[in-house]
């Protein structure tokens, strides 16, 4: 069974980066797509972006300058930074198997506030 | 970027009713070979959010079929037949065809 877990500081300071691991168990990021997907407060969604099975990444336009997906093949794990946050980036993150989105991790609640 | 309007914004429905759920995208959803990358998600309370169906009509592996997708090019219905208790949540939908990927802006499904 394909399982993913999200790990990471739950508190982050305004200016600073938010650092995430995904962490993935019963299927290879090797193969297929990964990405982030995070949930604000109240209902609205928004795709961070993801890395495919040979490394390549997509990014929302809306964090291009700001997002960086990376992962570690040994390890099985893929991970976000989000550089220079601000109050606007507090948020339930979530990694998932894209690109059905089929399978997601329970999500982690990162705050930012100094 | 794809806009998704979702209606109603929440509704409340008896057990064992049916409901019907809006998507209508802002531009068409049919990609360039052929599919329409529209998906349907629920999460539940305290849970992260399930794919319930994608590709506007197939069923997730393990969904059971009072679940039912329908619809083409910009406008898309989820309908959920027999409503049981552990359907309460938020529905989603969310289209793949255009990057960037987007979603709508939920449905809440209460049970009477």
């Known amino acids: 069974e394909v399982q993913l877990q999200e790990s990471g500081p739950g508190l982050v300071k305004p200016s600073q980066s938010l650092s995430l691991t995904c962490s993935v168990t019963g299927y290879s990021i090797t193969s297929n797509y990964w990405g982030w997907i995070r949930k604000f407060p109240g209902n609205k969604m928004e795709w961070m972006g993801y890395i495919s099975y040979s490394g390549s990444t997509s990014y929302n336009p809306s964090l291009k300058s700001r997002i960086s997906i990376t992962r570690d093949t040994s390890k099985n794990q893929f991970f976000l930074q989000l550089n220079s946050v601000t109050t606007e980036d507090t948020a339930t993150y979530y990694c998932?198997?894209?690109?059905?989105?089929?399978?997601w991790g329970q999500g982690t609640l990162v705050t930012v506030s100094s | 970027d794809v806009v998704m309007t979702q209606t109603p914004v929440s509704l409340s429905v008896s057990l064992g009713g049916q409901v019907s759920i809006s998507c209508r995208s802002s531009q068409s959803l049919v990609h360039n070979n052929g599919n329409t990358y529209l998906s349907w998600y629920l999460q539940k309370p305290g849970q992260s959010p399930q794919l319930l169906i994608y590709?506007?009509?197939n069923r997730f592996s393990g969904i059971s079929d009072r679940f039912s997708g329908s619809g083409s090019g910009t406008d898309f219905t989820l309908k959920i037949s027999r409503v049981e208790p552990d359907d309460l949540g938020v529905y989603y939908c969310?289209?793949?065809?255009?990057?960037?990927?987007?979603f709508g802006s939920g449905t809440k499904l209460e049970i009477k």
């Open positions: 590709k506007v009509s």
């Open positions: 998932a198997r894209s690109i059905l989105w089929d399978y």
């Open positions: 969310g289209q793949g065809t255009q990057y960037p990927l987007t």
